[in-house]
């Protein structure tokens, strides 16, 4: 890549309705608490924080249309960027616990518990690819429920809308 081509986001959805035990065999490779906001959702434009174990990221985020490829812009953010951007929200930031485990065919599972404790609490996982047809090759183990990733709603930007609108 030379840095001018566009990056493209590619990864399907599915519901869960935990994390996945130890004992099914996929290690965890990572653990992060995050938080993200919108400050658009149409188009989507996301702030998010990720802090793990050793390490604390900030982001703001891009997205376009579609749902399983999008086009995807992400940069880099200080603190105080991030700490200045969540002063324009009008609503509290999502809360997500992610963890990252590692599929036998080499792909990574991100699962995901929503605010926790909170009436509108759900999980999540998604799986990242690296072409179309890397996508329509996968086969979901059996842990992962339906695939939600063509359904209408089911993104961070509508449950934003949805929960914070």
Not at 23 to 42: F, K
Not at 121 to 136: K, M, P
Request: hydrophobic content about 30%.
């Amino acid at each position: 890549m030379t840095g001018n081509e566009p990056h493209w986001e590619i990864e399907r959805k599915y519901h869960i309705n935990r994390f996945p035990d130890e004992r099914e065999g996929w290690p965890q490779v990572a653990h992060v608490v995050m938080e993200q906001a919108y400050l658009s959702t149409n188009p989507t434009v996301r702030i998010r924080s990720a802090i793990g174990e050793n390490e604390e990221c900030y982001w703001l985020c891009f997205k376009g249309k579609g749902r399983l490829k999008r086009r995807e812009i992400e940069m880099p953010l200080t603190k105080q960027q991030f700490d200045e951007l969540c002063d324009l929200l009008t609503a509290l930031p999502i809360r997500k616990e992610l963890r990252v485990y590692q599929l036998p065919d080499g792909h990574r599972l991100e699962c995901s518990r929503v605010d926790e404790g909170a009436t509108t609490e759900f999980y999540y996982a998604e799986v990242e690819f690296d072409s179309l047809e890397e996508s329509e090759a996968f086969c979901a183990p059996p842990f992962l429920g339906e695939d939600a990733t063509d359904e209408p709603g089911f993104s961070m930007a509508a449950y934003w809308r949805r929960t914070r609108g």
